[in-house]
């Protein structure tokens, strides 16, 4: 485990709701290359935080890369709804744009 993940699953350890933290886990996992863990750590903010914006395009290209596009989409467009709720229109159009990059014909939203 490196440095960071051992202080960043220490502050969790002291704070287990803190989307950011969960967020940071994850993200430490998948740079890893350990994506089974990142999942398990993005599922649990999903859990915790599911408007926490910044969670679905990872979470969505994650299960891109593990072989799950129908897991992927859904993911964008759970992404897409968070976005708009927040008024985030970046993240929105971000979001729809790796969404239609795996379905160009997915125009069901």
């Given at each position: 485990?490196?440095?960071?993940?051992?202080?960043?699953?220490?502050?969790?350890e002291?704070?287990?709701?803190?989307?950011?933290?969960?967020?940071?886990?994850?993200?430490?996992?998948?740079?890893?290359?350990?994506?089974?863990?990142?999942?398990?750590?993005?599922?649990?903010?999903?859990?915790?935080?599911?408007?926490?914006?910044?969670?679905?395009?990872?979470?969505?290209?994650?299960?891109?890369?593990?072989?799950?596009?129908?897991?992927?989409?859904e993911?964008?467009?759970?992404?897409?709804h968070?976005?708009?709720?927040?008024?985030?229109?970046?993240?929105?159009?971000?979001l729809?744009?790796?969404?239609m990059?795996?379905?160009?014909?997915?125009?069901?939203?």
């Amino acid at each position: 485990m490196s440095s960071r993940l051992q202080q960043l699953m220490a502050l969790w350890e002291a704070n287990s709701t803190d989307a950011f933290l969960l967020f940071a886990i994850a993200k430490e996992h998948e740079k890893a290359g350990n994506d089974a863990e990142a999942l398990a750590w993005y599922e649990r903010l999903r859990q915790t935080d599911p408007a926490y914006v910044g969670l679905y395009y990872h979470l969505g290209r994650l299960y891109e890369r593990s072989g799950r596009p129908q897991d992927a989409i859904e993911a964008y467009r759970t992404g897409m709804h968070a976005a708009k709720q927040a008024g985030d229109l970046h993240a929105w159009a971000e979001l729809n744009a790796a969404r239609m990059e795996i379905d160009p014909n997915d125009d069901d939203f």
